[in-house]
């Protein structure tokens, strides 16, 4: 990464580290995810004290949301997960989640769809949006390009962000590059006024 991030222009957007995907009990336990749970709270505390914000996504699924669908059926791919109301759903135990963080309830892999997160950020002034989490390929490859497209400055988190498979993490890492957005590893990230 280029140079330092200004923390009033600057959030840390911690995707979907909840028990049903980083928590050995999930029912999607990938262990890389549960791999990169001390990196992100270092980053989040790191980020916190420079005067960053913090934001964390959860995935969320209505037990009916895909009765109907045609394409996009994430039952049907991954088996039910993340229930509404569910200890899956649950942000995991071990993160500093705060008052005054934004919490965004997401439905589908991007956390920019449909959700309250642009216009959060924009009434911030927030330009810069540092991204770690899981899963590397699926919602933080998603949200991460919803950003990029949206014009953030986006920083993918390469030792933050989890994956099923070290593979995963490697293809949505190049992706974003090429495409859209930094990688960066948590020691690069600096804030600075």
């Known amino acids: 990464m280029e140079g ?17 995907f ?7 336990y990938a262990p890389g995810s549960e791999r990169v749970v001390g990196p992100i709270a270092d980053l989040v505390a790191r980020a916190r004290e ?27 791919r991954w088996g039910e997960h993340v229930l509404e109301g569910s200890w899956d759903a649950e942000l995991l135990a071990e993160l500093d989640v705060r008052d005054d963080d934004l919490v965004v309830e997401k439905h589908t892999y991007d956390a920019f769809y449909d ?4 216009g959060w950020l924009d009434a911030r002034g927030i330009r810069n949006l ?13 949200t991460a390009g919803s950003a990029g497209l949206r014009d953030f400055r986006t920083v993918l988190v390469s030792d933050c962000i989890g994956a099923i498979e070290d593979e995963h993490r490697e293809y949505a890492l190049e992706h974003a590059a090429w ?11 600096g804030f600075a006024r």
């Open 179 to 189: 495409l859209f957005g930094e990688v960066s590893d948590s020691e690069e990230v």
């Open 130 to 142: 540092v991204i770690c989490g899981t899963l590397a390929n699926v919602c933080v490859l998603h």
């Open 22 to 28: 980083a928590h050995p009990e999930g029912s999607l």
């Open 4 to 20: 330092t991030l200004d923390p009033d222009r600057t959030a840390v957007v911690v995707v979907d580290m909840q028990n049903g």
């Open 50 to 76: 420079a005067g960053a914000r913090i934001v964390y996504t959860r995935d969320v699924h209505p037990p009916e949301q895909f009765e109907g669908t045609h394409s996009y059926d994430e039952f049907d």
């Open 115 to 118: 959700t309250e997160l642009e």
